[in-house]
């Protein structure tokens, strides 16, 4: 598993609320990305951090937040959770530039009611 | 706009025998791909990448071919085996700027069965 955590693991929580996805990872990586994964889309990019407070969005990142405020931890924020960001979340790590590898964590299921 | 697909969303095969799995590509510019093998209810494995300025690449029992021309890649894994049964990915990788982003576009994905 390349030493990443995501937390939690599944979650249910009600229209309207926010909600916070966390990653963590032991190895050190610099680069660490937030995807979404739905029936019919594949993964899709929401965010990614290519440092400490360096981050970026990426194709569907409205609605949602990042912060990276340690190497070891990338946050996902749901500002206000909606139905449609019922989904599976996975966080990705990948080493150093140059290297195309990315791990991925085990994903977090959240459902959105 | 830019897409990576993927020919058949499922694909079964005799235990044993070859698997190819296809994807097209739309975006010239991509630098690398990559194949990925999710198994349900877990991440996306890396499997094999290969650079824009190959033709092949060849794994453990995994070979990826790259058709430049037709914008068109392959994964063919030989003596496929029932823990091979999986979701099956490809990504395509962009270059990087200079804060060193990287961004994978992932195709739909194709679903492998294996008959035992």
């Known amino acids: 598993d390349a030493g990443i955590t995501q937390s939690p693991r599944h979650k249910v929580t009600e229209t309207g609320t926010p909600v916070t996805l966390r990653c963590h990872q032991t190895?050190?990586?610099?680069?660490m990305y937030w995807y979404r994964q739905d029936p019919g889309h594949g993964l899709r990019l929401i965010h990614y951090?290519?440092?400490?407070?360096?981050?970026d969005k990426g194709e569907v990142s409205d609605g949602y937040s990042v912060s990276r405020s340690k190497t070891e931890d990338f946050l996902l924020t749901l500002e206000s959770a909606t139905s449609s960001q019922t989904s599976v979340y996975f966080c990705a790590i990948r080493p150093r530039q140059g290297v195309t590898e990315a791990f991925f964590g085990q994903g977090t299921r959240l459902t959105v009611v | 706009g830019e897409s990576v697909g993927l020919h058949l969303p499922t694909l079964s095969v005799q235990e044993g025998d070859n698997s190819i799995i296809n994807c097209a590509y739309s975006?010239?510019?991509?630098?690398?791909f990559i194949w990925y093998k999710q198994e349900s209810g877990k991440g996306p494995q890396f499997i094999i990448d290969?650079?824009?300025?190959?033709d092949k690449r060849q794994g453990q029992r995994v070979t990826v071919l790259l058709n430049k021309t037709v914008k068109h890649l392959s994964l063919q894994i030989a003596a496929t085996q029932p823990g091979d049964s999986a979701v099956y990915f490809c990504?395509?990788?962009?270059?990087?700027?200079?804060?060193?982003?990287?961004?994978?576009?992932f195709g739909k994905g194709t679903k492998l069965s294996v008959i035992p």
């Open positions: 190895e050190n990586h610099r680069y």
């Open positions: 290969i650079r824009s300025n190959m």
């Open positions: 951090s290519y440092g400490v407070k360096d981050t």
């Open positions: 990504a395509d990788g962009r270059g990087y700027s200079g804060a060193g982003s990287y961004q994978l576009t």
């Open positions: 975006n010239s510019a991509s630098d690398y």
